[in-house]
């Protein structure tokens, strides 16, 4: 196949956030972005119907050419990422690979705290799923997370509030909850690929001397060091610098809303 994209899947906007980290770093391939809109939010579903709709979604990429889907989704990389790697893809598709976007955060928040005290802000779902906890342990077991479930802010987010007088109440509410947690941490991730819209706001909340992690450079440095350790891999990859998006909702709304999270004028096709 000479169209062979890097799969890139979101329940919504967010994973844009995660794609534009990744465009900048590696632009020669080729990307395919889709976009679960219309079945969004996925933070409040069950786990079962997580798994269920991205798996999918990643068959539907599969199907379009790609060999390498990343689940730019905390939520889906919590509830759904272990079942498909384990489970689906030795039947489904032994010679293809679905990457989430926790594990490549776990493998380096350790090294950004000097407390031993990092802050996870998620949404209620990756907070319940306790994968952030129980990867985090793997790579820094004397690390202590303390974590704090955010449910109003996608929606802000989505809505187009994220800059609004508004947005204030919720993001000091959900940080002063985090700090009382633990003092001392001086390490906060944002878990969430929405929340990087909000980042003007959580700064200002934050205390002085705590660093923000954001996960779009994270995971485009972890993917650009896969393909490297992966070079059968990386060699089907086309390369031509094309970027395509899907959703699953209104092409219009998608749009509109995309070039905000994207930093760049979208246009997408309906799935």
């Not at 990422?81 to 955060?105: E, F, H, K």
């Not at 089907?236 to 998608?254: N, V």
Request: include cysteine.
């Amino acid at each position: 196949m000479t169209n062979q994209p890097i799969g890139v899947f979101d329940s919504g906007y967010g994973g844009l956030t995660v794609l534009r980290e990744i465009v900048r770093q590696l632009p020669q391939y080729d990307y395919l972005y889709l976009g679960d809109n219309a079945r969004t939010p996925y933070g409040t579903r069950s786990f079962d119907t997580v798994y269920q709709y991205t798996l999918e979604c990643v068959r539907h990429l599969f199907d379009r050419g790609c060999r390498l889907v990343v689940l730019a989704c905390n939520t889906a990389s919590a509830k759904a990422l272990r079942n498909i790697q384990q489970l689906d893809l030795p039947t489904l598709a032994p010679d293809r690979r679905v990457l989430g976007v926790i594990r490549p955060t776990a493998e380096v928040i350790g090294r950004y705290s000097k407390t031993g005290n990092v802050g996870i802000l998620a949404t209620p779902g990756t907070v319940t799923s306790e994968s952030y906890r129980v990867e985090i342990e793997k790579f820094f077991p004397d690390l202590q997370v303390s974590q704090e479930a955010c449910p109003m802010w996608v929606p802000l987010v989505e809505n187009g509030e994220y800059d609004s007088p508004g947005a204030d109440y919720f993001v000091q509410q959900h940080l002063n909850r985090l700090m009382e947690k633990a003092p001392g941490i001086d390490t906060i991730l944002l878990a969430c690929t929405h929340y990087p819209l909000l980042l003007d706001k959580i700064r200002q909340y934050t205390p002085g001397n705590a660093t923000i992690l954001t996960q779009g450079g994270i995971v485009a440095d972890s993917l650009a060091d896969y393909l490297t350790r992966h070079p059968e891999l990386e060699r089907q990859i086309s390369q031509h610098g094309k970027r395509t998006f899907l959703t699953t909702d209104s092409t219009d709304d998608f749009d509109r809303q995309a070039t905000v999270f994207y930093g760049e004028p979208v246009r997408s096709g309906q799935v």
